[in-house]
């Protein structure tokens, strides 16, 4: 069975960093693209950042130039480098792939961006 299971987050200031980490179990790791998405109060779910199989990746408008994803693929783990917070990027965060047709999420984890 596919479990995404997430650690990381936190309470930062604006200009802060925090990394989110999503470690994978019960799939080929390596094969699957993966996925951090973010979601507000009030707004719907976004995707922040995919990175492929072979390392490929792509970002929000909205957090490119400031936020990093990553994988290990002999640890089966997916990171989230956040550089430069701001207040907008408050959110639940979490980590996600499609699996067989089928979505499996991380339980998400609090980032707060505040003074």
């Known amino acids: 069975q596919v479990r995404l299971v997430q650690s990381g987050g936190g309470l930062m200031e604006p200009g802060g960093s925090l990394r989110l980490s999503c470690v994978a179990s019960?799939?080929?790791?390596?094969?699957?693209?993966m996925d951090w998405y973010r979601q507000a109060p009030g707004n719907q779910r976004e995707l922040v950042a995919r990175?492929?199989?072979?390392?490929?990746?792509n970002y929000a408008d909205s957090v490119k130039d400031r936020f990093t994803i990553s994988r290990d693929n002999i640890w089966n783990r997916l990171y989230l480098q956040m550089n430069n917070l701001k207040l907008e990027d408050t959110a639940v965060y979490y980590c996600?792939?499609?699996?067989?047709?089928?979505?499996?999420w991380g339980q998400g984890t609090q980032v707060t961006v505040s003074s």
């Open positions: 996600h792939v499609q699996y067989r047709e089928r979505d499996f």
């Open positions: 019960g799939l080929n790791f390596r094969l699957y693209p």
């Open positions: 990175i492929a199989s072979d390392t490929t990746t």
